[in-house]
């Protein structure tokens, strides 16, 4: 079993300033690592995900997460924010022995509010 | 191309009443899955497809809640007599031969 933790319920961020949204995970396996993004009355759309190799990976809209395994971190990061980040963001586990048959594992998830 | 869809969008349903859930996963995705969001929480994993074979249903929270996939497409996911701690956004998710699951917009039940 897995679980996911977001520190943050939610993150206060001035346009154009930087932002890192917190995801830590507990699992007894190896996971593979996603972070979605949900804007008001829509689904869900993916950001990036982490399978394998380089522990930093590159996503849509600019945003980037690195994966930690000591810490068992997948924290999110974007050097400079618009007004359109603003929505609610889940980070998510799978575990990797499932082989993709496995449902996601959300975290609560954090609202980024971006203010002018 | 048409990512997944779900109707209806919004449904208020009277408690102790039934509702059905439809979800049309993207065309040829093999696995489809059930999530349920309450307000302010993350999506909960429920029930999963493989083609129409439900493989995991440990996520359904009670036996009043079903779902089927009959010709291995079109999902349907069923709430018999429905209690107020039901409503939430019932979400539905494909995948391809990618680990990554694609959303629909989310079907938001009020039980009333």
């Known amino acids: 079993a897995q679980s996911v933790t977001q520190l943050d319920s939610q993150v206060p961020v001035f346009e154009e300033a930087p932002v890192e949204l917190r995801c830590n995970y507990s699992?007894?396996?190896?996971?593979?690592l996603f972070w979605y993004v949900q804007y008001p009355n829509q689904g869900l759309q993916l950001l990036l995900k982490y399978l394998s190799g380089s522990t930093l990976v590159k996503g849509i809209n600019g945003f980037e997460a690195e994966f930690n395994k000591s810490q068992t971190s997948f924290h999110l990061r974007k050097p400079s924010v618009h007004i359109s980040d603003t929505a609610e963001y889940f980070c998510?586990?799978?575990?990797?022995?499932?082989?993709?048959?496995?449902?996601?594992?959300f975290g609560k998830g954090t609202h980024l509010i971006i203010q002018p | 191309g048409a990512g997944v869809s779900q109707s209806p969008r919004y449904k208020v349903a009277k408690r102790g009443q039934d509702v059905a859930l439809r979800c049309d996963p993207i065309?040829?995705?093999?696995?489809l899955f059930w999530y349920q969001q309450a307000l302010g929480q993350g999506p909960e994993f429920l029930t999963y497809f493989q083609n129409e074979a439900q493989l995991d249903k440990s996520g359904l929270p009670s036996d009043r809640f079903f779902a089927e996939r009959p010709e291995g497409s079109v999902s349907t996911l069923k709430i018999q007599r429905t209690q107020q701690e039901d409503s939430a956004v019932y979400l539905c998710?494909?995948?391809?031969?990618?680990?990554?699951?694609?959303f629909g917009p989310g079907t938001r039940l009020t039980v009333t």
């Open positions: 998710a494909s995948r391809g031969n990618s680990y990554e699951q694609y």
């Open positions: 998510a586990v799978m575990g990797v022995q499932g082989g993709g048959a496995d449902g996601l594992t």
């Open positions: 699992s007894s396996v190896s996971v593979y």
């Open positions: 065309s040829g995705h093999v696995s």
